[in-house]
């Protein structure tokens, strides 16, 4: 019988490079506009450092995923190739190994033994990765996917502050950059923790209030380099 109980465990791969993509990109180029805008520095030069910004943080997103991800990617071949050479060299070992998991989860000695038996006929290698490793399809590492969804989901949390920059006069820069940023990282709390299953309001609330901030600190910063110089 199909398993159909909607679970959402398979999002987490994906959903964490695009949550933190997207959240990097609105922090961080919100603070960097509010920084250089918080300088006296003209709204052309706000919106080049804007897009140096985007360019920089998306190929640092997608470089950063990928190098960590093929690292764990990496790390779980070199466990699956040892089990295999464990399993060629040892399979009675590799069975009573197996067969005790199952015992201190509350199976008896002989149960335990026939499942293990069953499922080492059926995969012997899959079933001692998803019982000693901890490794599933669902939770394999995926450097490329995790690569592409961070940077294009950072692109895309990048170019809302600028959107705002471009539409709004050099006077309101900085309150509406601040405030649409912290609408757009609510926004974003609350749809990540709704993919996830997990509570919207403290998700929002999580997100906005770091984001909110960085942008302090920046600005913060950019106006004190605007006075002294």
Do not use: C, K
């Not at 293990?116 to 006929?121: G, P, R, S």
């Not at 649409?180 to 993919?195: D, R, T």
């Amino acid at each position: 019988m199909r398993h159909s109980e909607p679970h959402r465990i398979h999002r987490t791969g994906w959903l964490r490079a695009a949550v933190l993509g997207a959240n990097d990109g609105i922090v961080s180029t919100a603070s960097l506009v509010l920084g250089v805008a918080a300088a006296g520095t003209s709204p052309r030069n706000i919106v080049i450092a804007g897009v140096a910004g985007l360019v920089a943080g998306a190929m640092s997103m997608a470089a950063g995923e990928y190098i960590s991800v093929s690292s764990q990617a990496d790390t779980e071949r070199a466990d699956l190739d040892r089990e295999r050479n464990e399993l060629a060299a040892d399979p009675e070992r590799e069975h009573a190994e197996m067969t005790a998991m199952y015992v201190s989860r509350g199976l008896d000695h002989r149960l335990a033994s026939a499942v293990t038996t069953q499922l080492m006929a059926h995969d012997a290698l899959g079933a001692h990765s998803r019982e000693e490793l901890g490794l599933t399809d669902t939770m394999a590492a995926r450097p490329v996917q995790a690569a592409l969804a961070s940077a294009g989901t950072f692109s895309v949390g990048a170019l809302l502050p600028l959107l705002i920059v471009v539409t709004v006069p050099r006077s309101m820069i900085m309150w509406a950059v601040s405030g649409g940023s912290l609408v757009f990282l609510a926004l974003l709390g609350s749809l990540a923790a709704w993919a996830g299953g997990a509570p919207m309001v403290t998700g929002a609330v999580r997100v906005t209030f770091w984001g909110a901030l960085a942008m302090a600190v920046t600005a913060g910063v950019g106006a004190s380099l605007g006075i002294r110089l």
